[in-house]
């Protein structure tokens, strides 16, 4: 079994950055795509951003380009949501997906194998 965690969540002011984390266990990490969601009160879960297993390609949503951040260090099994220029939009639970599949990086909830708890951000004004 896959076991996915996220950390790194928390309180911050518009502006601020966060780094989020997700290690994942029990799999063949570097042969993952892996993608971080985010699902807000009332809304529906959304895509973030996704990085292919080698790591050369990614792929975020518009409203997130150009503040956000994804990584994978391979390595540690890990992979990164760096956070800058954060926003009250921003607020939500994060979630860390991966994807076993061969194939470009996936944007689809239903695409993701493998899924985390979740880790709180607030951006608060």
């Known amino acids: 079994q896959v076991q996915l965690r996220e950390s790194g969540g928390g309180l911050v002011r518009p502006g601020d950055s966060l780094r989020l984390s997700c290690a994942v266990s029990?799999?063949?990490?570097?042969?993952?795509?892996m993608g971080w969601f985010r699902q807000a009160p009332g809304k529906e879960r959304e895509f973030v951003a996704g990085?292919?297993?080698?790591?050369?390609?990614?792929n975020y949503l518009n409203f997130v380009k150009g503040r956000f951040t994804i990584s994978r260090d391979n390595a540690k099994n890990t992979v990164y949501l760096q956070m800058n220029s954060l926003q009250p939009e921003d607020t939500a639970v994060y979630y860390c997906?991966?994807?076993?599949?061969?194939?470009?990086?996936?944007?689809?909830?239903?695409?993701?194998?493998?899924w985390g708890q979740g880790t709180q951000v607030t951006v608060s004004s």
């Open positions: 997906a991966a994807d076993a599949s061969v194939g470009p990086v996936p944007t689809r909830l239903y695409e993701y194998d493998y």
């Open positions: 990085i292919s297993w080698g790591g050369s390609r990614t």
């Open positions: 029990g799999g063949t990490f570097s042969r993952y795509a």
